[in-house]
């Protein structure tokens, strides 16, 4: 098992990289785009063949980085998925704030 965290202090996220060394391949976990040459760097040099882009951050920004280092990469990335679990989960909210509103009440909506 191969593991090497890259963390941002100056904005409390950290992304991950692992893999296998025998099978020669690895994944990047919550990526963030100014450290994509790092990724690929850190894994040329462990003999890794980035494979993966995984993204825990399940939302638009998230999406968008992680179709970024996927461009990146030279890999495909399921972003219908992580768009689809966005709009499904903006569904629930808008349907939970409908419930919650108070009657007669205004919010720009």
């Known amino acids: ?38 990724y690929a760097e850190f894994a040329g040099a462990k003999g890794l063949r980035i494979t993966r882009v995984i993204d825990t951050h399940i939302h638009a920004v998230g999406a968008l980085v992680a179709g970024v280092t996927a461009d990146a990469l030279g890999l495909s990335a399921a972003i219908w998925v ?5 709009f499904a989960s903006g569904v629930v909210v808008a349907l939970r704030m409908r419930e919650t509103r108070r009657a007669g009440a205004s919010g720009g909506v």
Not at 5 to 33: H, I, L, S, W
Not at 82 to 86: D, G, L, Q, R
Request: glycine share 12%.
């Open 1 to 38: 098992m191969i593991f090497k965290p890259f963390y941002r202090d100056e904005t409390g996220c950290a992304a991950y990289v692992f893999g296998c060394g025998t099978a020669g391949k690895g994944a990047v976990v919550d990526p963030q785009e100014r450290d994509v040459e790092a």
């Open 82 to 86: 992580e768009a689809a679990i966005t």
